[in-house]
């Protein structure tokens, strides 16, 4: 038995100690009082005004419709009930097809509708491996719109001649994965591809004169992304992080190696099944080439990239947007507002904000499938073990031909052995996340800054050297941070786990987040100040308290 400790004993009590008589000639010292423009009282008051005036601006931007593809209501079985072939259900049981079993995906169906954490407990599991966090898509913040406020358009549908490109180009970034971005303009496999895709009537990708070209091939859809190198200048410059400076040489994984292209192991991990592991790469690296964007987005943090780009941004003394209020001050500087300190936060403060919203549009609303699943009903519609009502466009790419050569069967090649995670493809985590963060890089930062001496990885990734490209004066900052918010969201796609649509519509959705929140910020600040920037559809957009005036309406008699 334990030796109690003894009670301590109680101390006794002080005597009060007498008054201190006056000191004669000195006067009493009065009470210390705070300095500001309201006393105490008032400025309770202030804060609930400002406090209800967000609120009020929030609710009157309303709240949008949702609307699916239909594909989960129309697709059946020969049984005349769902099967839900076009739908995400990677990690629940599936039949020797890859169809999931329709008891399982009407659990998940339950617990979507209900919302109760015991229904979502209760949905079946392929082979153990967990669902990721539906329950983040019924999430409020306190500050942006609500993530249920505002939409996407519907996912494409796998019988359309959109889902058909982005199919093949899905297909086409996994056989071009070791080829470096700066051999594309002399890579007989690049100008395959571009041929081949070129043949799609409804490929969204960019283009030069209604042509695919290999300075378009692969690249992101808005300003600036076409503009220098493929790879954006905020992943690859050093990194000035405080006391240290941090190179982007990232661990990568070695080249020609893909997994998932059996059918058996396509099988297992669409159950949910362990996979194998990555394969290392010695030697640190820059990224060269789509292998290597995919391994940085496998493991990233995913407001990482413009957290570093922030940072760069800082450490080269980058203007700040005209309506900074301390840009022309002589006597002040910027700090905890509208200085350093400040955008660091608001960079990352927007992320989970932005994966709440996403994350109800992949479970509530579209729950579309991985482009992984997709090259299984491929693979099993050509080798005549099912029909499928897929777009015949698809059918018809040298891509399938090219995959079935190499090995045997029409399976998408993934870059991960997991493949995707087991959450629905539309919209993308990675891409709201980028357009949320961007779009307040854009906001601080005068977007119409170039950025010098640009820089290009050496042919094996191990040193930088100098891009000298015709248009090196022309990489600005606005373009630059498109750039990197296309370079994350389509790497994702480069390794298989998303489709282009993903990205396009989802960096809107992350630039909706980041705007709200900045309209709603706008009313605590002190300082006289705006925000300007553009946003992805090459709208200008102004952000101040005089601005969002009018979305608060009658707020304040509320």
């Known amino acids: 038995m334990k030796n109690e400790r003894p009670e301590r004993p109680?101390?006794?009590?002080?005597?009060?100690?007498?008054?201190?008589?006056?000191?004669?000639?000195?006067?009493?010292?009065?009470?210390?009082q705070e300095l500001g423009p309201e006393n105490k009282k008032q400025r309770q008051q202030s804060s609930r005004t400002i406090r209800r005036q967000a609120a009020q601006i929030a609710f009157n931007r309303g709240i949008k419709d949702h609307v699916c593809n239909g594909e989960e209501q129309e697709?059946?079985?020969?049984?005349?009930?769902?099967?839900?072939?076009?739908?995400?259900?990677?990690?629940l049981p599936h039949n020797e097809l890859g169809e999931v079993d329709p008891k399982a995906y009407k659990a998940l169906l339950k617990a979507l509708e209900s919302g109760k954490p015991q229904d979502f407990d209760a949905i079946p599991l392929g082979k153990g491996r967990p669902l990721t966090n539906p329950q983040a898509g019924l999430g409020f913040d306190l500050q942006g719109p609500d993530g249920h406020a505002i939409t996407i358009s519907p996912a494409p549908r796998i019988d359309s001649p959109l889902n058909s490109g982005e199919a093949a180009e899905v297909y086409w970034m996994a056989l071009l994965r070791d080829i470096n971005f700066t051999d594309f303009n002399q890579s007989p496999e690049v100008a395959e591809a571009i041929a081949d895709l070129s043949q799609f009537s409804d490929f969204q990708g960019p283009k030069v004169g209604g042509k695919i070209t290999p300075e378009t091939l692969f690249r992101g859809n808005y300003a600036g992304d076409l503009v220098g190198p493929y790879i954006s200048q905020f992943l690859l410059?050093?990194?000035?992080?405080?006391?240290?400076?941090?190179?982007?040489r990232q661990e990568t994984v070695v080249s020609d190696i893909n997994y998932m292209t059996e059918y058996d192991e396509w099988?297992?991990?669409?159950?949910?099944?362990?996979s194998g592991q990555d394969k290392f790469d010695p030697q640190r690296r820059y990224i060269r080439n789509i292998r290597d964007i995919g391994q940085y987005v496998h493991v990233d943090a995913l407001y990482e990239a413009y957290l570093n780009a922030c940072l760069i941004l800082l450490g080269l003394n980058a203007p700040e947007d005209e309506g900074n209020p301390y840009k022309n001050s002589k006597n002040q500087i910027g700090f905890g507002t509208f200085g350093g300190p400040h955008v660091l936060s608001l960079v990352t403060e927007v992320a989970t904000r932005a994966l709440k919203a996403v994350w109800f549009q992949k479970w509530y609303v579209h729950r579309r499938l991985r482009p992984e699943a997709f090259g299984g009903l491929i693979h099993n519609h050509?080798?005549?073990?099912?029909?499928?009502?897929?777009?015949?466009?698809?059918?018809?790419?040298?891509?399938?031909?090219?995959?079935?050569?190499?090995?045997?069967?029409?399976?998408?090649?993934?870059?991960?052995?997991?493949?995707?995670?087991?959450?629905?493809?539309?919209?993308a985590g990675h891409a709201t996340v980028a357009g949320a963060c961007?779009?307040?890089?854009k906001a601080w930062f005068d977007e119409s800054s170039v950025?010098?001496?640009?820089?290009v990885p050496n042919a094996d990734g191990t040193e930088l050297v100098a891009y000298t490209g015709a248009d090196a004066g022309k990489l600005t900052v606005g373009g630059e941070l498109n750039k990197v918010a296309a370079n994350i969201s389509l790497g994702r796609d480069g390794a298989g786990v998303h489709w282009r649509t993903d990205y396009t519509e989802s960096v809107k959705l992350g630039e909706q987040i980041a705007i709200g929140l900045?309209?709603?910020?706008?009313?605590?600040?002190?300082?006289?100040?705006f925000f300007t920037l553009t946003k992805f559809d090459g709208t200008k957009v102004k952000i101040s308290r005089h601005e969002v005036k009018h979305l608060m309406n009658d707020s304040e008699n509320d």
């Open 438 to 441: 961007v779009t307040i890089l």
């Open 237 to 248: 410059k050093d990194i000035p992080y405080g006391s240290l400076t941090i190179s982007q």
């Open 75 to 91: 697709y059946r079985g020969a049984d005349g009930s769902p099967n839900y072939i076009a739908n995400f259900s990677k990690g």
């Open 382 to 427: 050509l080798t005549g073990r099912a029909k499928y009502p897929i777009d015949q466009e698809i059918l018809n790419s040298s891509a399938l031909e090219k995959v079935h050569n190499l090995y045997g069967t029409y399976l998408l090649p993934m870059a991960f052995p997991e493949g995707s995670p087991t959450h629905p493809a539309y919209g």
């Open 451 to 455: 950025i010098t001496q640009p820089v």
């Open 10 to 32: 109680t101390r006794p009590e002080r005597p009060e100690r007498p008054e201190r008589p006056e000191r004669p000639g000195r006067p009493e010292r009065p009470d210390c």
């Open 267 to 274: 099988l297992n991990v669409q159950n949910g099944g362990k």
């Open 518 to 529: 900045l309209q709603e910020q706008s009313l605590t600040y002190n300082e006289d100040n």
